[in-house]
């Protein structure tokens, strides 16, 4: 059974770009209005995350491969996060943030619902904006 609701997009981004302003882009020129990526991978020169406490973020100057990512995206917000292996194949991982630049290629999949919203309002609880569905 085909969702009429449901549409799938599919981009490649290059060496020099950022990945998460890559996919951020993507989201608006698509106008996703609730969105997941379905699939990442490719390579980047340089890492940037914030990593578990919810505080701290680091940067890595060193290649990595994208091994896994996961995220929910809208033209509102964007929650991702992305597991990378080095050349030792050691993982490291955490909550995207600009600064992971493309080394040779990414190959980005998201899967586009239009027929729902996600909304990010602020969570005084959480101190961060938080997912709502509309």
Not at 22 to 29: D, H, S, T
Not at 95 to 102: N, P, R, S, T, V
Request: negative net charge.
């Amino acid at each position: 059974m085909v969702n009429k609701f449901m549409k799938q997009i599919t981009i490649r981004l290059k060496r020099g770009q950022d990945l998460k302003e890559g996919i951020v882009a993507i989201v608006k020129e698509n106008n996703v209005k609730a969105g997941v990526i379905v699939s990442a991978v490719g390579c980047i020169d340089k890492a940037t995350l914030r990593i578990a406490d919810g505080k701290t973020v680091k940067t890595w100057d060193k290649k990595f491969e994208i091994v896994s990512i996961t995220g929910t995206v809208s033209v509102n917000g964007c929650h991702i996060h992305v597991s990378l292996s080095d050349t030792d194949g050691m993982v490291v991982g955490g909550h995207l943030k600009e600064g992971c630049i493309i080394n040779t290629t990414a190959e980005i999949v998201i899967l586009n619902f239009e027929d729902t919203e996600y909304l990010r309002p602020p969570d005084a609880t959480t101190g961060y904006d938080e997912l709502e569905v509309n």
